[in-house]
């Protein structure tokens, strides 16, 4: 498969990052197929965001993180392995929350692509700083 092409997987997993970064997350959100899951690492009853989640529920977490972070958002791509139907991505967010406190993370996701659509993602990160930076009064 030809890794340039825009209906690649490797390219679909890369777009949605892409589309996150420029504030696009209706974007990101349209290259999940509609029965999409998202899990994010962690404990569920230690994290909220921790667990497996639908494109929907992705979408109001999406929305939830929005309102509390001052220009969105930042996300890039800094390395990529694709092969077949499932893409590994290694990448770095960075956003200033309006009460001041700064995101900075490292994710490795892996992503399932079916179809054209982004199928499954398992996403891991540093599960304390997300508790520090969002979660903590």
Do not use: C
């Not at 990448?91 to 499954?120: C, P, T």
């Amino acid at each position: 498969m030809d890794t340039t092409d825009a209906q690649s997987p490797r390219t679909i997993a890369e777009n949605f990052y892409r589309r996150f970064d420029a504030n696009d997350v209706a974007g990101a959100l349209d290259l999940m197929a509609d029965d999409a899951s998202f899990w994010i690492a962690g404990k569920p009853g230690a994290s909220p965001s921790a667990g497996e989640h639908s494109k929907d529920e992705m979408a109001a977490m999406f929305r939830r993180m929005g309102k509390r972070l001052r220009d969105g958002l930042r996300m890039q791509v800094k390395a990529v392995t694709a092969e077949g139907d499932r893409v590994a991505l290694e990448v770095q967010s960075h956003g200033e929350l309006l009460n001041g406190r700064v995101y900075d993370q490292e994710y490795h996701a892996l992503m399932l692509i079916r179809g054209g659509k982004i199928a499954a993602v398992r996403e891991y990160m540093d599960t304390q700083h997300v508790h520090d930076i969002w979660y903590r009064d």
